[in-house]
């Protein structure tokens, strides 16, 4: 079955870094949209940044020039690096799969990142 495992969340002071994995597994990660979202307490699930199966990425106008998504499909892996992390960056992130071959989305658990002093 299809699963996607984060990791690398955690505490990080105001302008670190931190960076997220997603694991994949069940299904063909090289052809699939890879993306990450996060949802902020009481505030929608929004999309941080995506790259396609071209490696063609798009990225929310808060987070562009400070996160950077990446892939590796042999490992079928993607990334998330996030640097000058602010307080507002604070939330949970979740990796999400777009099937090429059927357009089915499937979600991670989620990892929190919080960004404190």
């Known amino acids: 079955q299809v699963q996607l495992v984060e990791s690398g969340g955690g505490l990080v002071q105001p302008g670190g870094s931190l960076r997220l994995s997603c694991a994949a597994s069940?299904?063909?990660?090289?052809?699939?949209?890879m993306g990450w979202y996060r949802q902020a307490p009481g505030k929608q699930r929004e999309l941080v940044a995506a790259?396609?199966?071209?490696?063609?990425?798009n990225y929310a106008g808060s987070v562009k020039d400070r996160f950077t998504i990446s892939r590796d499909n042999a490992k079928k892996t993607v990334y998330l690096q996030m640097n000058s992390l602010k307080p507002e960056d604070t939330a949970v992130y979740y990796c999400?799969?777009?099937?090429?071959?059927?357009?089915?989305?499937?979600w991670g658990q989620g990892t929190q990142v919080t960004v404190s002093s």
């Open positions: 999400k799969a777009v099937l090429s071959s059927s357009y089915i989305q499937y």
């Open positions: 069940g299904f063909t990660f090289s052809s699939s949209r």
């Open positions: 790259v396609t199966s071209d490696y063609i990425t």
